[in-house]
């Protein structure tokens, strides 16, 4: 079944939602995409059919800027803000009293990581994330496991084992999931989809969902 396609207005511009409805959905999955790519990339689709096949409804959010067509992304306040005005329209709306499951690829999940106790998730999935910046010389790598472990709900990051962005450690709700390949995580798309269905039977069975707010 194909995606129904939404345009959602945002503090920077018009985001787009590329909605797909489990039967009888019992959570919601809302990813965002890496600062180059889009909502096709290989791993997301990936994690979406890994969603609908434990009944949980997914969402692939584009940004404003790649709708606007800038390959360039924009400042994070400005990613975050467009994130949450897309999640507050669809707790409103299209996956409106469900358990929401935030999450997305390299940029997409720092995203949900900053903005993940405002939007009400109930857990965090992180694809490819990019914990340290690609070595320069002379240049810094400042990490970005703060964003991680800011993170309080259950988290699950599914990471290629020669990714150039380093490896992060798992926590006391972070599970790590390591699989072949790089930071595109293509090389093992089975392995990734196991990961991700895996873990929200998981999730959805436990008590993390049980105190979810109801949307909006």
Do not use: I, N
Not at 47 to 70: C, F, I, W
Not at 89 to 113: D, W
């Amino acid at each position: 079944m194909g995606a129904e396609v939404v345009e959602v207005a945002t503090p920077h511009g018009p985001a787009r939602v590329h909605l797909r409805a489990a039967t009888s959905p019992r959570a919601a999955l809302v990813l965002g995409h890496g600062a180059g790519g889009g909502v096709a990339s290989r791993d997301l689709v990936a994690a979406t059919e890994a969603a609908l096949d434990q009944g949980v409804s997914a969402a692939l959010v584009e940004q404003p800027y790649r709708v606007a067509g800038r390959r360039s992304p924009a400042p994070a306040r400005q990613l975050d803000a467009a994130w949450l005005a897309v999640v507050e329209r669809l707790r409103a709306e299209a996956l409106a009293g469900l358990p929401l499951v935030a999450g997305g690829r390299s940029m997409g999940a720092r995203v949900a990581c900053r903005t993940a106790a405002e939007a009400g998730a109930v857990a965090v999935l992180c694809l490819a994330f990019p914990l340290m910046p690609p070595r320069r010389a002379g240049a810094e790598r400042p990490s970005r496991l703060p964003e991680l472990e800011a993170v309080t709900v259950p988290t699950l990051v599914v990471q290629g084992e020669r990714d150039a962005f380093g490896m992060p450690p798992a926590g006391p709700a972070r599970e790590v999931v390591r699989v072949a390949g790089d930071h595109a995580l293509k090389a093992d798309l089975p392995a990734v989809a196991a990961a991700v269905g895996g873990w929200l039977e998981r999730v959805l069975a436990g008590a993390a969902v049980s105190g979810a707010r109801p949307g909006g």
